[in-house]
Structure formats: C-alpha cells, structure tokens
C-alpha cells in the first residue's frame, strides 16, 4: 500500500473531507502511475478521485466498531517514534 495514504477510520476528531479526498488522490495516482495526469486524462484522473472519495467517505461513516477512538495526536506520536526507530533520527 502506498505510504501517504492513512488509516482514516475511528479516530477523534472524526475524519475530514479532505483527509478523504488526500487518500483518494493518493490511490488514484497509485493504480494510475500518474503524479500529474496529462491533459488528455486530467477530467478522468479528477473524475475518479471524486467518486472513489465519495465511496470511501460513505465505508467510513457506515463501518462501525466497539473500539473506543483513537487520538489522533498520540497516532501521529507513535507514527514517528517508529519511522526514527526504523530509519534512525
């Protein structure tokens, strides 16, 4: 899985439209191998982000879970402890 695309669900404050479109970006580029569409496929590259940002919007407000939310801050402290741990600095 591409590294830039975050887990997005169950987390306090909830997710945001565009932490969703970020993600959707991301998954389209990947599949696509595009970073920047040409002309020629931007409408297409653009159209795809949208819908797969539609469908990803709707997984998370209807997945449910017992689990209590996640803080985001302290997932985003473990996030680096584990990158210097794995890459050192």
């Known amino acids: 899985m ?13 997710v945001t439209d565009e932490e969703v479109r970020a993600a959707s970006l991301q998954f389209v580029r990947k599949i696509s191998g595009f970073s920047k569409p040409s002309r020629a ?9 949208d819908e797969i940002a539609g469908v990803a919007a709707r997984l998370l407000h209807l997945l449910d879970t017992n ?10 402290a473990k996030a680096k402890a584990r990158s210097a741990e794995r890459f050192g600095g």
């Open 2 to 14: 591409c590294r830039n695309i975050k887990t997005l669900f169950n987390f306090d404050p909830p």
């Open 41 to 49: 496929n931007e409408q297409l590259f653009l159209a795809a982000v």
């Open 67 to 76: 689990a209590p939310p996640k803080n985001r801050e302290e997932e985003a």
